[in-house]
């Protein structure tokens, strides 16, 4: 029997396919701007704090005074972790990746979650507050244990940002380094239906728990076409080490059809505005430092690849200059998209929770274009042609 193939358009990549309506950010890629909630991310990234940021994208208003420093508190109270979750941390394997540590230490920060089971509005909101406030300290605990150094306990006189940075270096970080750490995450906090938010809310769609559902962003997250692209950026700009370097460089990559990590953007034809603020950044960070060396080899590198690729609607993304800020806030590369994670958990768990509202799992089809009703034989007489040979996958 052969099946009539419908007449169906695969959308590869689920590309410009509408999952649902959403209130939370909206990203004009043809002009290069963001928008979250309706405020732009230029004023956000001036005006406002991440955890601001984070009430803003939750609740969908900026707080009251009194509801901030509420909101701020609560999270400041969540940010302890049980002492069996560091000895869980202990017994991994020093070499693990960080983006796998904060996989495991979301998975177990679930289960001390009382309140896990409960799928009411309440709940949830606390469960994303509770993981948004541990997701710090996790990575921070990780970094000072396979350094075989004992990890800082969290403050509570130091916000979001700089909490992080403090229980990461065992020291309290100063005002500049504490700003850039609160707009690189207020950046990084949201950015629509991007691959991991996608995949947090298929888990989600299933009514499974929200740490769940975070622990599939996270994964999601890890891939060097997504998250992963910061940490390579940063690599790729140390490999070409100064701005003589960059064209040959380049135009070697492109030659092999490789990809150039922190361009091009599915969404963005135009430049990433968060890229334009994060530029600035690594600038005023290398001056700061004395040491201009990694930002002119990144402005090489960009003017290269944006005359080479601009004609394809290929510019800056989130990814290129970020590296050189975490690098100069004392951030070792294979961190940086656990910075990515930690910010992105409110828009994951603000998706999450959005969709949930008018819920229905998510199922979409594959088009069967396969054999049918094949005759079953029996294992002796199964023959099978030198092509047909597959690679054993058995040891
Ligand atoms: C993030 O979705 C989001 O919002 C993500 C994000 C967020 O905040 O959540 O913004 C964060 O993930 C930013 C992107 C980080 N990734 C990288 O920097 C990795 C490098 N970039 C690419 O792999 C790529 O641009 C993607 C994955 C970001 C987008 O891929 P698309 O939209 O599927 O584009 P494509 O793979 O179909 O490429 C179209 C063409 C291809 O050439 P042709 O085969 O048509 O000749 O553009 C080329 C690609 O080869 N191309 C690149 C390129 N990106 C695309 N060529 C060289 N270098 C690149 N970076």
Known sequence: MTISVPQVEIKKGLDEVYVKKTRISWIDGQNGKLYYRGYSIEDLAKHSTFEETAFLLWYGRLPKRDELSKFKSTLVSFRWIPDELVDLMKRVPRKAHPMDILKIGIAAAATYDPELEDMSSIANIRKAMRILAKAPTIIAAWHRIRNNQDP??????????????????????????????????????EHGMNA???????????????????????SALKGPLHGGANERALRMIMEVGSPENAESYVLRKLAKKERIMGFGHRVYKAYDPRAKILKEYARMLCEKKGDMRLYETAIKIEEVVLRELSRKRIFTNVDFFSGIVYHHLGIPSDLFTTIFAMARIVGWTGHVLEYWSENRIIRPRALYVGELDKKYLPIDERCTSPEERLEFIGK
């Open 152 to 189: 800082v306990e969290p403050t509570n006189d130091l916000d979001h940002a700089a909490n992080f940075l403090y229980m990461l270096n065992g020291e309290k970080p100063d005002e500049l380094s504490s700003r850039i750490m609160d707009v690189a995450l207020i950046l990084h906090a």
């Open 196 to 218: 991991s938010t996608f995949a947090a809310m298929v888990t989600a769609s299933t009514l499974s728990d929200i740490y769940s559902a975070v622990v599939s962003g996270i």
